[in-house]
């Protein structure tokens, strides 16, 4: 596994995961880790995923930013962070496990799930005629005189 190699040692990474469930669920998993640390975090995140029944699909760096706000986790405030995309599948049972192993990781700051719109099908209404608008433009009505 690749990690980037650019950040300082004092940053603080926010994680974010995208779940793509086998129920046409997809949500997102923010917690925010620490750098020294934040390769041997991607690989038990990662781990911990696949033991869990997930199948780990893509692990994108989307870079370093400021964080939109200062956040305490044990014992130190962070401002600063990198930021990751993990795809992957897995069963909406999973969640709340691999909630909980987050939680407990003491390189994860926050833990946050968030439901991903995006991968719902979108399914057409079975109630609805098609209307057949170009003969109705083209149709010819006589007017009133």
Not at 64 to 80: A, D, F, W
Not at 110 to 128: A, D, F, W
Request: with cysteine; hydrophobic share 35%.
């Amino acid at each position: 596994m690749h990690v980037s190699h650019c950040f300082s040692i004092w940053n603080v990474f926010p994680f974010y995961i995208t779940h793509c469930f086998h129920e046409n669920l997809q949500v997102q998993l923010a917690c925010y880790l620490k750098q020294p640390e934040t390769a041997a975090a991607l690989k038990r995140t990662l781990e911990s995923l696949m033991d869990r029944g997930a199948i780990v699909r893509n692990l994108e760096n989307l870079g370093e930013r400021v964080l939109p706000y200062k956040i305490s986790s044990h014992g130190q405030q962070h401002s600063r962070g990198g930021y990751f995309l993990v795809d992957f599948y897995a069963p909406t049972s999973a969640v709340e496990s691999i909630l909980d192993h987050l939680a407990r990781d003491i390189d994860v700051v926050r833990p946050n799930v968030v439901k991903h719109p995006l991968t719902q099908e979108v399914k057409e209404c079975g109630g609805i005629v098609p209307v057949p608008l170009e003969e109705k433009l083209y149709s010819t009505k006589r007017r009133k005189k």
